[in-house]
């Protein structure tokens, strides 16, 4: 408030006569004042900066007065040491919250037994089951999507995410799971999915005309650019040109049939190849409903098929993720793109799929999107790029005295020398968290010893995550159990 309450108000003040009266002089200078204070961005004390927080303590929530506010949040797990430099702090009270409520994105990264899996399933337990205090606040679901792909065959093994439909606990109430696999793979997928029960269905991911616009026909047929797209593509191009935003494959085919006299046998067979894997997932019977995605529920993509190999994986995914982004499913969205080294690598880091993340970290919050990226290895190119977009970070058990110098000049934090071997003695379970948009309470920076509540900037967090209410179905096989 300035001057008596002239800038009380939200409203901007109407413009007064350019006079140069010492009078309006000074009311001319209130009035441009006003748009300087923090009345219609939010106070000074980062209230925004509190309620989007990604990560928080028990006792900064408490301190910021969020018990009272409109919020949720998931127990994330429990508070080791909070350290900066030599620094070390271990707070009284342990708990550590993930904002559930608020866009967030994150990588959990570390060697495979280090527990990223584990990590993950605890984010979408926090978001997904309502109603559970022991984990946290979750008065309204989100909708979840998760992106897999694997080996395929007989001897896969399910999504580790699809587990978080089974539970031992009479009072969780789980969420439904939906996964998509091939069509090629249908029958498999359904054998390697059946120990789950019925909560979990398997279905063919087929797409509907209704979801298939002309860039996802490009995203099918592997067409970068085109400049280096084939000559023969050139005619589908044209023809993607002409029709437009009336594009359907089926006006597509038609238009096509009548191109393809003018082309040799080489050009027919190189159409063909591309055409295949467009037509493998294409309903062509509308025998599916296309509503994949709803409150409260988890849908699967998982491609793990021999005959499915990580480019193509990409293209997929890169058209399941775009409908998952226009879908109106009145919550929030989470996406989890899983064991991410394993397909965007794929044509050097530089698919459609890998963009189309890059765009959706940078838009999340007018998307209401949280994206979660797991890996056991460094990101390639403009993979690497989406993943310095991040706002956490969570390094589990990291072997590779290279992979941690490409954290170390990725990150904010203050990371001492003998970070690393911290990082290498992690324990199952444990990680360190790297949030500057977090909150915690430390000593004031005067010297008085007073708490105050700051952003954990720099500074990173040692965690353990916490227990499971679901199943966990990625614990390690052993000769002798118990």
């Excluded at 995203?219 to 085109?226: C, H, T």
């Excluded at 296309?290 to 994986?313: N, Y």
């Excluded at 203050?414 to 990082?423: G, H, I, Y």
């Amino acid at each position: 408030m300035m001057n008596g309450g002239v800038c009380a108000s939200n409203t901007i003040p109407s413009p007064v006569s350019r006079s140069t009266s010492p009078a309006n002089v000074s009311l001319h200078a209130v009035e441009e004042l006003c748009l300087l204070s923090d009345t219609n961005v939010g106070s000074i004390d980062g209230e925004h900066d509190l309620i989007t927080a990604p990560v928080m303590t028990r006792h900064a929530y408490v301190m910021a007065g969020l018990e009272e506010e409109r919020s949720q949040y998931g127990v994330l797990g429990s508070v080791l040491a909070i350290q900066e430099n030599a620094d070390r702090m271990v707070p009284e009270d342990p708990r550590l919250y993930v904002n559930t409520n608020a866009p967030f994105s994150a990588v959990v990264c570390g060697v495979q037994g280090s527990g990223k899996s584990h990590t993950v399933s605890v984010l979408l337990e926090n978001m997904l089951i309502p109603e559970y205090s022991p984990i946290g606040v979750c008065k309204k679901t989100l909708c979840g999507l998760v992106l897999h792909f694997g080996e395929g065959g007989p001897s896969s093994r399910p999504n580790e995410a699809a587990w978080i439909s089974q539970t031992t606990m009479s009072d969780v109430q789980v969420p439904s799971v939906h996964v998509y696999v091939s069509s090629s793979s249908l029958h498999t997928m359904k054998a390697v999915y059946a120990p789950l029960g019925p909560n979990v269905k398997v279905l063919p991911l087929l797409f509907s005309d209704s979801e298939l616009d002309a860039e996802a026909f490009l995203s099918m047929m592997a067409v970068g650019s085109s400049d280096s797209a084939p000559l023969y593509m050139q005619t589908v191009l044209s023809i993607l040109r002409k029709l437009g935003e009336t594009f359907t494959y089926t006006a597509f085919t038609r238009e096509m049939d009548s191109c393809k006299v003018d082309f040799n046998p080489a050009q027919l067979a190189g159409l063909k190849q591309r055409l295949a894997l467009l037509e493998a997932f294409i309903d062509q019977h509308n025998k599916y409903p296309p509503s994949r995605f709803c409150e409260g529920q988890l849908t699967i993509i998982d491609l793990s098929d021999p005959f499915i190999d990580p480019a193509a994986a990409c293209s997929l995914f890169e058209i399941a993720t775009r409908i998952f982004v226009r879908a109106d499913v009145g919550t929030g969205k989470v996406l989890v793109v899983d064991e991410a080294h394993k397909y965007l690598a794929a044509n050097k880091g530089n698919s459609g799929l890998t963009r189309a993340l890059l765009s959706l970290i940078r838009q999340q919050r007018h998307l209401a999107m949280r994206v979660v990226l797991s890996t056991q290895g460094k990101a390639n190119s403009r993979a690497s790029c989406a993943s310095r977009f991040m706002q956490c970070r969570y390094i589990a058990q990291v072997l590779s005295p290279s992979w941690w110098e490409h954290i170390v000049k990725h990150v904010s934090a203050k990371l001492s020398d003998d970070a690393f071997d911290q990082v290498v003695k992690l324990r199952a379970g444990e990680s360190i968290i790297l949030a500057p948009a977090g909150f915690g309470v430390f000593s004031g920076s005067n010297g008085s010893g007073q708490q105050e509540l700051c952003q954990f900037g720099r500074r990173f967090i040692l965690a353990k995550t916490r227990k499971r209410v679901t199943a966990d179905g990625g614990a390690s096989i052993l000769v002798m159990d118990g």
